[in-house]
């Protein structure tokens, strides 16, 4: 198959854009529905061209930070960045369809609300830092590769840390970079799914050591200390239960713009859609469990503690919205990642 193609396979009978043929998924919906009339952050950059492509000539992938355009391979950050000495650095991870960002207005949104959250001024406007996401990623996605799409990760630090740095304030830093989208990692999981474990642990990356160590390949299910679920380390999680999709309140997980967006799907094809508290009890009584995250988008889990989940194969309602998800970005989201994985494994 022709570079660029083999990992873009269509979404049976669309040719349209990222949200060209989402009427198509509920005919009376016609773009009416909650999703579209959502308020939008207001921000230029799906109004405006490409501003800083055209002030370099670098022809390799490239990265963006504080304004400055650099060679991917050139990225760096001083050691003495609070970022690293503290951890204390806020990011936001986006993927592409066909190149384009997607959502970029509620990660935008997110980032903005992390940032205020823990008191770092960026140093530049965030629409500029999510501008220049579009703009890295419109430039690193024709680049050879296995012709998938792409992973564009924005992140801000605090900048130099007074104390490695003779006291003097430090200047927040803004960074931008993109890499291939590791479909490898997930590609099967649409067909066979993903396995859970309950642990103790509750910090990541500790948890999910502990579930691979119970079961190769688990993922952990992070809980509070009352046992209410909150999300996996990688994502979201939900159920189904009687046909509708139960999820975590905003109190108990981590606002997911993935599970968000599935709510509105959801919605549209007319699946029923409540949020409450889950506990360990539902998991295990569940029909169906979905993980929702930004790289895979939805995927099922098949295994909770080493017992099935319903009849231990993905089920209809995962179906059902990975099918108006690929048709709303008018790209077959399971085969993209299954014609990406083969390829590179067919790579030398």
Same mark, same amino acid.
């Given at each position: 198959?022709?570079?660029?193609?083999?990992?873009?396979?269509?979404?049976?009978?669309?040719r349209r854009g990222l949200f060209g043929s989402f009427a198509r998924l509920n005919p009376k919906a016609k773009l009416e529905n909650a999703y579209h009339r959502r308020p939008r952050l207001e921000t230029p950059l799906q109004r405006t061209a490409p501003h800083f492509l055209e002030s370099h000539t670098m022809t390799g992938e490239i990265a963006w930070i504080d304004g400055t355009v650099v060679p991917r391979a050139d990225l760096a950050l001083p050691v003495g960045d609070a970022g690293f000495v503290l951890g204390a650095t806020v990011t936001e991870q986006l993927r592409?369809?066909?190149?384009?960002?997607?959502?970029?207005?509620?990660?935008?949104?997110r980032l903005a609300e992390s940032l205020a959250a823990v008191g770092?001024?960026?140093?530049?406007?965030? $629409?500029? *830092?999510?501008? &220049?996401?579009?703009?890295?990623?419109a430039h690193n996605h024709p680049l050879p590769h296995d012709g998938g799409d792409l992973g564009v990760v924005a992140f801000v630090t605090p900048g130099d840390l007074p104390a490695q740095h003779g006291g003097r304030?430090?200047?927040?830093r803004a960074i931008v970079h993109s890499f291939p989208l590791a479909f490898p990692?997930?590609?099967?999981?649409?067909?066979?799914?993903?396995?859970?474990r309950g642990v103790n642990v509750r910090q990541v990356p500790l948890a999910d050591r502990e579930a691979a160590a119970a079961e190769p390949g688990a993922r952990a299910v992070l809980a509070h200390a009352d046992g209410r679920i909150s999300e996996t380390s990688t994502a979201n999680i939900a159920i189904v239960r009687d046909g509708a999709i139960v999820a975590p309140p905003a109190a108990d997980a981590l606002p997911g713009i993935s599970l968000g967006f599935a709510?509105?799907?959801? $919605?549209? *094809?007319?699946? &029923?859609?409540?949020e409450s508290s889950l506990t360990a009890a539902d998991l295990a009584a569940a029909d169906e469990i979905l993980l929702t995250s930004t790289p895979s988008c939805i995927l099922p889990a098949t295994r909770l503690d080493g017992r099935p989940v319903g009849n231990g194969r993905p089920g209809p309602t995962f179906r059902s919205i990975l099918d108006a998800w690929s048709a709303a970005v008018g790209l077959d989201?399971?085969?993209?990642a299954g014609a990406c994985s083969s390829a590179r494994h067919a790579s030398p």
């Open positions: 198959m022709a570079p660029g193609k083999a990992c873009h396979p269509e979404s049976p009978g669309s592409t369809f066909r190149g384009q960002l997607f959502l970029p207005d509620e990660h935008a949104r770092i001024e960026p140093p530049v406007p965030v $629409t500029t *830092i999510m501008q &220049a996401a579009a703009e890295v990623a304030p430090a200047r927040p990692l997930w590609a099967a999981a649409y067909d066979s799914g993903v396995a859970l709510r509105h799907l959801a $919605t549209a *094809i007319g699946i &029923a859609w409540h989201i399971r085969g993209q």
